[in-house]
């Protein structure tokens, strides 16, 4: 398709909207809801076509990506033509806005303690919890009574949780804060499908041969501009997390000592120290929360690129969750990399994609040694 057919189109109340001045529509991983903003002019009239709290769906060259509302709208109207601004979210902006109207208590005990130790033995099974994330998520919904499904990503397989993890949302607490810090615990985030569904995902592993280049002197190149940013003030050298619950058993252990691992990164300064305590059932359980963390802050190093065009070379929708091939030789980048956020716009000077990526360890609680990045001390 020549890319001066592409379109953002926006349907509302059944009638599709495709004569803007401008438009942009953003997705991320690290967002719930996200947005979209318009700009046309009208001839008519019949004054604005849209009202606040309509119902939208928007699609990006005809594939839809958002459902939502629209949030804001502002009309400058003169004698001949009206000029008319909407912005908007995608529904689960409810969830990230309500707050929980009663409590949400899955039941907390403390007589689980020598499970709790057995299942740090090696060669014994983990014991399934009595709650699962989407379960959790429906009732949190309910609770605000917003009418969305939730979704987990093809094969994602989650934990349960267990009543000593104590799930316990608290009347007036941010509906979406309370299941966000749930997902974190199964190492997972929470988006948006197309649709308005929430989609529990885990980065992709899936490479489709996108590519993104930018090498002098090439005239295959595909991006137009780009930058690189490290962070480094939500990275830190010493990790530690430790229990909530004291795990020592009688004869099994120490009842005044709580259990404890320690992850270091080498690659920053040792007078940066993180403490995170967890809830957690097990030494194991700790140890993959603690990696997932510590890789999660690495979302904050980001390589950010524009292209011409909504498509890859495969024919795909850049879009978020998807791994890409990247080669830019300005910052000396070649390897493959996760989109964690897309922007695609449309203005007078054509379509693009603005997009923002990340390492793909950044979502995962994979150990990954390129970062120096070692368990090296468990304490009992």
Known sequence: MDLKDEKITIAVNGQQYEDFVSASVSKSLVEVSGGFAFQMTDRSDDGIPFE?????????????????YIMEENAEVGQ????????????TIDFVDSELTSNIDFGSSSSALETQYLNDLPNQPVLEGNFDLVEIIKKALRNINLDIDVKLQDGL???????????????GEKAFKFCEELARKRNVVITTDENGDILIQKATNIYNNAILQLIIGNETNNILSSNYKRDFRKR??????????????????????????????????SSRQREIVMDANSLSTMRKRLIWQKNFDLNNDTYFCKVQ????????????????????????????????????????????????????????????????????????
């Open 236 to 269: 830190f050298y010493k990790y530690t997390a430790r229990s909530s619950k004291n795990l020592g058993l009688g004869s099994f252990g120490d009842n005044s000592t709580n259990r404890v691992v320690v992850v270091y990164n080498n690659q920053i300064r």
């Open 52 to 68: 606040s709290d309509d119902e939208v769906e928007i699609f990006i060259d005809g594939e839809k990506v958002i459902t939502g």
């Open 80 to 91: 001949n033509l009206s000029s008319i601004s909407i912005t908007g979210k995608e529904k």
């Open 309 to 380: 065009g909504f498509r890859d070379n495969t024919g795909e929708l850049w879009y978020p969750n998807t791994l890409v091939e990247v080669n830019d030789e300005k910052w000396n980048i070649k390897k493959r990399m996760l989109i964690k956020s897309c922007n695609w716009e449309f203005s007078n000077s054509g379509t693009f994609t603005n997009m923002i990526l990340v390492d793909p360890i950044a979502f995962s609680d994979a150990e990954d040694y390129r970062y120096d990045f070692k368990i090296n001390e468990i304490i009992r």
């Open 157 to 171: 397989i989650l934990n349960k949780f267990s009543q000593e993890e104590n799930v316990i949302g608290k009347v």
